[in-house]
């Protein structure tokens, strides 16, 4: 008899595990048995939370989402100007809880396998729909509408372009210098001419 409670728990830890198992390979090419070691859970267990490996590769790019958005999200509210919005949604994007090794691996599996993936790529343009909103949220005011969607295309091709550069590198991420550059190319926007041109 399973104890109560345990289930949302052990989707965790197996999330988790995915994480820390794709950072490790750098790759998708990880299996149930191979994760479910990594939680602490039988393989059998892996499956009956999730069903198959595609499942439990899905949740946990949800996870993912779900977890940058909810970050996201709180950085957001605390933003009082739309320049602090933009670059709210920059710092979260390059903040210690998302730019870790092991995230921007499991980032870069994801955006390979989408390739293949209905489902994933479904979730990776959740994903850039969210990212462009929430810079447009900064840069609407700020810019005149043409200006505004190119800058939030920027922004958001040199986060992306980061991670895989940070992917490719060998020891540990440098958030610092990746959200500096992203802030110095903002720092460079004719930032307050809406309505001029």
């Given at each position: ?41 039988s393989s059998a267990l892996a499956h009956h939370y999730f069903g198959a490996k595609d499942d439990l590769l899905e949740a946990t790019m949800r996870y993912l989402l779900t977890e940058l958005n ?128």
């Amino acid at each position: 008899m399973p104890k109560v409670g345990m289930q949302p728990l052990r989707r965790k830890a197996l999330i988790d595990a995915t994480i820390l198992a794709i950072g490790e390979r750098g790759s998708l090419d990880v299996t149930m048995s191979e994760i479910a070691g990594r939680a602490g859970v039988s393989s059998a267990l892996a499956h009956h939370y999730f069903g198959a490996k595609d499942d439990l590769l899905e949740a946990t790019m949800r996870y993912l989402l779900t977890e940058l958005n909810a970050d996201a999200r709180l950085a957001l509210r605390a933003a009082q100007t739309p320049l602090q919005r933009v670059s709210a949604v920059v710092a979260v994007n390059f903040s210690e809880k998302q730019f870790r090794s092991e995230t921007i691996a499991a980032w870069l599996a994801f955006y390979v396998e989408a390739q293949k993936s209905q489902a994933l790529r479904r979730l990776l343009r959740v994903y850039a729909r969210r990212l462009h909103s929430n810079l447009m949220s900064g840069l609407a005011p700020l810019l005149p509408p043409a200006q505004a969607e190119r800058a939030a295309e920027t922004i958001a091709a040199l986060i992306d372009g980061l991670y895989i550069r940070r992917a490719l590198r060998d020891g540990l991420p440098d958030a610092a210098t990746a959200a500096a550059l992203v802030e110095a190319y903002l720092a460079n926007l004719p930032l307050g001419t809406k309505g001029r041109a």
